[in-house]
T-cell receptor, first 113, second 114 residues
Framework: GAGVSQSPSNKVTEKGKDVELRCDPI?????LYWYRQSLGQGLEFLIY????????KSGLPSDRFSAERTGGSVSTLTIQRTQQEDSAVYLC???????????FGPGTRLTVL | AQSVTQLGSHVSVSEGALVLLRCNYS??????LFWYVQYPNQGLQLLLK??????LVKGINGFEAEFKKSETSFHLTKPSAHMSDAAEYFC????????????FGSGTRLSIRP
């Protein structure tokens, strides 16, 4: 595909469960970003990858949140022991390199019951 | 630290009327500025961006924005609104020196009245 893809598109989970959200960036894009969009908080930066390393994790809200990227491609955002306040749309973006236009995926809507 | 303020969480205009969405930013370094649009149930799409050079930037769908350093503003305009312009618009800023992240404003929902 030509664009950024994310899976699942929707995820409903129970409080306390762990979830994994996946992002497939545009082929050849070295930079990958995770954002969260929630009511009342707008769009928040979570973490940024350049290749497989994460130089900026400043937006991760707590130690329950982690992310990894392997092979300079796919990234997984993991939320452990989910809480209701984690309910949001999680957006992934990629760019050909740091500082260039970011292309956004459709997002994963996470609902924690 | 960088920040973005969008004035008005909801703007409503008549079809054919001028669209003006306001954005002010704060940045300690020369900023890169962006406007993104999010149509219902769709992802974010870049409308336009300012990096360096000409301060009046033209984007897609007839939108344009002007970077005014003295006013720390980057307002988005369109001369004549169309029904298809109804969406959420986000102003954003990044530091090219790091460019590790984009800081978004809280968004403005644009509604178009027939």
């Amino acid at each position: 595909g030509a664009g950024v893809s994310q899976s699942p598109s929707n995820k409903v989970t129970e409080k306390g469960k762990d979830v994994e959200l996946r992002c497939d960036p545009i082929s050849g894009h070295t930079a990958l970003y995770w954002y969260r969009q929630s009511l009342g908080q707008g769009l928040e930066f979570l973490i940024y990858f350049q290749g497989n390393s994460a130089p900026d994790k400043s937006g991760l809200p707590s130690d329950r949140f982690s992310a990894e990227r392997t092979g300079g491609s796919v990234s997984t955002l993991t939320i452990q022991r989910t809480q209701q306040e984690d309910s949001a749309v999680y957006l992934c973006a990629s760019s050909i390199s740091q500082g260039n236009e970011q292309f956004f995926g459709p997002g994963t809507r996470l609902t924690v019951l | 630290a960088q920040s973005v303020t969008q004035l008005g969480s909801h703007v409503s205009v008549s079809e054919g009327a001028l669209v003006l969405l306001r954005c002010n930013y704060s940045s300690s370094v020369p900023p890169y500025l962006f406007w993104y649009v999010q149509y219902p149930n769709q992802g974010l799409q870049l409308l336009l961006k300012y990096t360096t050079g000409a301060t009046l930037v033209k984007g897609i769908n007839g939108f344009e924005a002007e970077f005014k350093k003295s006013e720390t503003s980057f307002h988005l305009t369109k001369p004549s609104a169309h029904m298809s312009d109804a969406a959420e618009y986000f102003c954003a800023v990044s530091e090219f020196s790091s460019a590790s992240k984009i800081i978004f404003g809280s968004g403005t929902r644009l509604s178009i009245r027939p």
